[in-house]
């Protein structure tokens, strides 16, 4: 099941034979058509499908068939699982506008589904759908996973204006239902309007039925059913063929009992016995079809009977238009398992384990667990369950796992060390590390080659041979979150020598793992070493969004190297994979931001900011967690080089808010780097109280992950005293800067190296002692030329312009310190190239833009984009309108003149 | 995971009388049907996942709900529930 999508939960359910027609609540379904939602809320049994049927049917028939549409989803208990739930929620929407899921799809397929991201690409692509689309979701009170609320929250909150949700349910859904009532967006139906009204049920009864009651009769039967549906119709069927009809009504309506038991019984009774039997023992199934009863019953004929009950309507639902499948109606279904319970409870397991067999026969091993699980047979469901692990896993179906593993009792993952280990991942995810070790344990001591195996289930025989691997592995995980560096190394080699060569997942992961270690560390040749194996092994598993997430990471480590080129390659060539793929990759974004802090670094503005620029083009749906936080840091630093320190405070202000961690470690903090704003700014005390508050000394022991904050420390006590000239403070930070050189140098960090250098080099200029200066700044040129660094020198301002200034004084010059005191006039000069001056583009018409700088004709530009050629068309021409032009050409020359067919350089 | 304080006897009231056979469905409370036409579902849940569960199985069935009461432990347990009313 975890690939293919059952198509009987799109089926929109065909129009009853005759029905009541009910005109005012129509009415108000097409009113509800103008509003984002209309909620159909009711308890079971009345009518909300039945309504919402046969009004879709004429609403459809009253427009041409380009112009409207309707797709349908009925819902059950497993749509809790948000990657299932966002598949068959994407793809009833492509059953109607063809193209219109196929990124949102994709990206869930490619990446780790964050709904939003997901959504995003969805909206985006309905934003294009031409026609009218209602969308029914069926069923909704089955969905209580919180995640699949906030998330309808949020589509609903963004919906284009033609595509119009309709919710139907028992309960009210945890959606924000008042704020739309209050905005007018929310049409209701609910039980009281879809109550039988006594004229309704009249022409139920004796017009739909036929039933010739009198007027005392209907009165008496709408009483005593308070108008609901479903008991109406049981009575109907109860009463066709009786003699006595006036007594049995006048029986029923002084009866207090359970009006749906009561009737439902006396429609079961006057079926022939095996007609009753076969009732009984099929409603245990959520889907009924010939074979699948008949395997239950172990009769034959389940197809003519179930053909028989559908013409006798006897709550029968079909699921399709070949009557192939059918369901109960819920109510009635209830009904039978609460006569079966009672009669034939011994029975019930037997009955779910024959449903579990023909499921398995049939490979839907989803249905198969179910009923392993409904018959409590845990160890067939243990069985089923364990070898479906990896693909659910593929399909990031975290949840359905979770919810099939926590169903099984605990003293079976005793005897079961794969799907025990299957646990411990699930568990993981969810964040939760508590009895992870216990767990991995309880695993581990199967895997001893001495001890007795006697007892011990394994089904995927597969994976016990590489559980050594994925319990080291999953022992790395812990320890790196724990913060344990040693532990972490220790396990993520062993999960490394213990891995298969041409095992790329298995060696990926703990080489990243192994790399994060290194990295924390401060050994960055070791890191970039094995993250760069890290990253081979990942691509050749196929994992491409996580090779982008960890070539960020390696690019941080290039540039703590003081290897701008590397990293620039490493962003230029992430880009490229990101673009080529279809829909773009997650990380696309993160590409951009890094470009831009290298270009910034080598002094290229523009170019910087046009990154940026197409970095929120993109959407944030297209960049990973921290790209929120990297972009403003980004843009903070790019208004500090242009002279901008209040602005960039700001934004490294809400880099602060929106910061969150991951498994790298934070070696440039968003604090330190406002810190040295604020020194920046003259503000050094407020960098010193900075300092104190984080518990920085001069005296610290140094590593690798504080040697940031310790270089901004050495930088705010040089300020003071330049300003206070107190001897303390600058003996101090030369002591800590002499210190940090050192620890840079052994570690090969010449980022980290030239940051000292620059700083010790202002520092004994601020002392006057100029020929100390000079020597480490000479230093600090001959390392940064190789790579071009601009902005390390130049946002220093005056002090290091003078200094650059008596280098170039001293001898040839040459061309590099030229262009660095060239760059601080252009620091003053420089005029900001203002994209906004024109109507900004929406990144669809952005996305058509670019590809109207290649060679494709606009069909293929509809095909690359999902869209039709009339959407390309709409979009180009207010293309040319908002750059004011006419043609293809002079389009894209204008766009590239305002920097917006930004490509990887 | 639960704790000892959630569970309890709950008494949840719906209208109309439902059959004694309906007893498993509801995780085997127990029934009593009331002379003015209501049942009384009796019994002890394990939590309040449980509780909800049973909540929700009773809005299955389109019962319509009255009330959901704690029954206090001291008086409930001892307190057998006498009338059956048979109609």
Redesign the interface.
Known sequence: MAGPLLQTKFHVPRRRRALVSRPRLSDRLTRGTESALTLVSA???FGKTTLLTEWLADWLAAAPAAERSAAWLSLDERDNDPALFWRYLVAALDSVAPGVGASALALLQSTQPAAEAVLATLLNDLGAVPNDVVLVLDDF?VIEAGEVQDGMAFLLEHLPPQIRLVIAG??DPALPLARLRGRGELVEVRAADLRFSPDEAAAYLNGVMNLALTPQDVEALEGRTEG?I?ALQLAALSIQGRDDVAGFIAGFAG???????YLAQEVLQRQPGSVRDFLLQTSILGRLNGPLCDAVTGQGGGRATLEALDRGNLFLVPLDDQRQWYRYH??FA?VL???L??EQ?DRIRELHRRASDWYEQRGERSEAVHHALAGEDFERAADLVEPTIPELRRNRQEATLRSWLEALPDELFRVRPVLTVGLVSSLMVRGDFDGVEARLRQAEKWLDPTADRTGMAVVDEDAFRTLPTAIAMYRAGTALVRGDVAGTMTHARRALDLADEDDHLARGAPAALLGLAYWTSGDLDESSRLYVDAMVSLTRAGYHSDVLGGSIALADMRLAQGRLREAMGIFERGLQRAERSQPVLRGAADMHVGLSHVLRERGDLDAARMHLQASSELGEHVGLPQNRYRWRVAMARIREAGGDLVGALDLLDEAERVYVGDFSPDVRPVPALRARVLVAQGRWAEALDWAQERGLSVDDQLSYLREFEHVTLARALSARYTAERDEWSIREAAALLERLRSAAEDGGRTGSLLDVLVVQSLASQAQGDLPAALISLRRALTLAEPEGYVRIFVDEGAPMASLLRVVAKEGDPGSYVRRLLAAFDGTKVRKPVSPEVIDPLSPREIDVLRLLGTDLDGPDIARRLFVSLNTVRTHTKNIYAKLGVNNRRSAVRRAEDLGLMVRPR | MTTDDDAGRYEIRVE????S??A??FDGMSLT?ESD?T?SIRGQVIDQAALHGLLQRL?????PLISVTQLDPSITESTPTPRRNA?
């Open positions: 308890p079971a049994g009170h028992r309960a609901w479903a009866d207090d009992r359970y009006i749906v038991d819920h109510l209830d398992q609460a006569h319970m009672e409870p | 109309g009388h439902l059959a056979r309906w498993v469905w049907s036409g049942t809005r299955d069935t389109g019962l109609t």
